[in-house]
C-alpha cells in the first residue's frame, strides 16, 4: 500500500485479503461495508452484487442491493441497479422499464 492510499482502499484491500488469504467472509464482508460507507467503488460493487445473487454469507436482498450499488459513483453502479430490476432480485419487483432506464443511463455515462 502507497503512503498516500486511502482509508476506503485500506479497508477494501484487507475484506479482500479476509476472503482470499484467510477465507473469512464475515470478516470481509465487515471491511466491505466500512469501505463502501467510505466512498469505495469497488466494495459498493461487490456488496451490491451479493445482496443481489445472495453470495458470500449475504442474504439475497434487493433493496440492499440497490442502496450499494447507489453508492459506486460510476456508471457500473447504475447498470447493476438495472440488473435487480430486470431479474426482480428478493424484495424488489421486476420492473423492465426501471431496468431500461438504468441500463440506458449506465450506457450513456459510460467514459470512452
Known amino acids: 500500500m502507497g503512503l498516500f492510499t486511502s482509508k476506503a482502499e485500506k479497508l477494501y484491500r484487507k475484506g479482500r485479503d479476509a476472503l482470499r488469504r484467510f477465507h473469512s467472509p464475515d470478516t470481509a464482508m465487515a471491511y466491505f461495508h466500512e469501505a463502501a460507507a467510505l466512498g469505495h467503488d469497488g466494495a459498493g460493487l461487490l456488496l ?65
Not at 442474504?59 to 459506486?72: F, H, I, S, T, W
Open 48 to 112: 451490491g452484487d451479493c445482496y443481489r445473487k445472495g453470495d458470500l454469507g449475504l442474504p439475497q436482498d434487493g433493496n440492499k442491493a440497490l442502496e450499494n450499488y447507489a453508492l459506486v459513483r460510476e456508471p457500473i453502479g447504475r447498470f447493476g441497479e438495472g440488473l435487480v430490476y430486470y431479474f426482480g432480485t428478493k424484495g424488489v419487483e421486476r420492473d423492465d422499464a426501471k431496468a431500461l432506464a438504468l441500463f440506458q443511463e449506465a450506457y450513456h455515462a459510460k467514459k470512452y
